[in-house]
Structures are given as structure tokens and as C-alpha cells.
């Protein structure tokens, strides 16, 4: 193998490790949930995923967001301290996504909460709690 080959096949596998780590870091801030459990809202997963420096939550495809008057998004953080977020249903849709406010330090599971009815609809737990 001449000096070029060389030289090529090290800066190749440099960017390979590169990317491998790159990947490694973002798998390592997105966390999946169980699946949904409860009387209406038993379906779907939750994950938990980092961007620009937000702890955001998303529900998945197959998620369906029950037909209840005031289903609400709640989080369980690993003290069992619980927090009230926002509504999935709004004008004009639904949202299947939240930005989690930065006074909350974990979560260990996530709850679709009726607001009318005050009742939990169903939960989904994380594996260990994720920040």
C-alpha cells in the first residue's frame, strides 16, 4: 500500500469513529416509553428526545388521543411530583408533541390526564427516568 492509500484509508475510518460517536450521542438523548396503559388511552408510545437544548415529547403514529373532553399531557417525575402540561387537543388539530418546561428535572412517566374529569386516562413509563 503506497503512502496516499495510506493516508486515505486512515482519514476514512477517522470519519467513520466520527460519525459512529455523533450517532451514539444522539440515540443516548432519545429514550422510548412503554406502551400507553389505561382505560382510554392504550395506545402508541411515548419517546423523549433533545433538540436545541429542549426536552421535547412526542406520541407515536399509532398513538390515538382519546375522545374525552379535555385530555391533557402530565409527567411523573421519579419523586412522584406531578406536572400538568398542555392539552392534546387544540384548535384546529392535535399536539402530539410538548416542550418540557425546564423546571421539571426528569420524568418517569408520562400520563394522558382528562382535565374536565380529572382522571387518568392511561400511562406511559420510561425504563429509568430520562432528563
Given at each position: 500500500m503506497n503512502r496516499i492509500t495510506r493516508t486515505l484509508c486512515v482519514a476514512i475510518a477517522a470519519m467513520l469513529i466520527a460519525a459512529g460517536a455523533a450517532l451514539a450521542d444522539h440515540n443516548k438523548d432519545h429514550h422510548k416509553s412503554s406502551m400507553f396503559a389505561g382505560p382510554k388511552?392504550?395506545?402508541?408510545?411515548?419517546?423523549?428526545?433533545?433538540e436545541n437544548g429542549r426536552s421535547i415529547l412526542r406520541v407515536s403514529e399509532d398513538f390515538k388521543v382519546p375522545d374525552t373532553p379535555a385530555p391533557t399531557w402530565r409527567v411523573v417525575d421519579a419523586?412522584?411530583?406531578?406536572?400538568?402540561?398542555?392539552?392534546?387537543?387544540i384548535k384546529g388539530g392535535e399536539k402530539?408533541?410538548?416542550?418540557?418546561?425546564?423546571?421539571?428535572?426528569?420524568?418517569?412517566k408520562v400520563e394522558v390526564y382528562c382535565a374536565?374529569?380529572?382522571?387518568?386516562?392511561?400511562?406511559?413509563?420510561?425504563?429509568?427516568?430520562?432528563?
Open positions: 388511552a392504550n395506545t402508541g408510545t411515548v419517546s423523549h428526545l433533545r419523586k412522584g411530583n406531578i406536572h400538568t402540561l398542555e392539552a392534546f387537543k402530539r408533541e410538548v416542550i418540557v418546561p425546564a423546571y421539571v428535572k426528569d420524568i418517569a374536565w374529569a380529572q382522571v387518568l386516562l392511561g400511562d406511559a413509563k420510561f425504563s429509568s427516568p430520562v432528563k
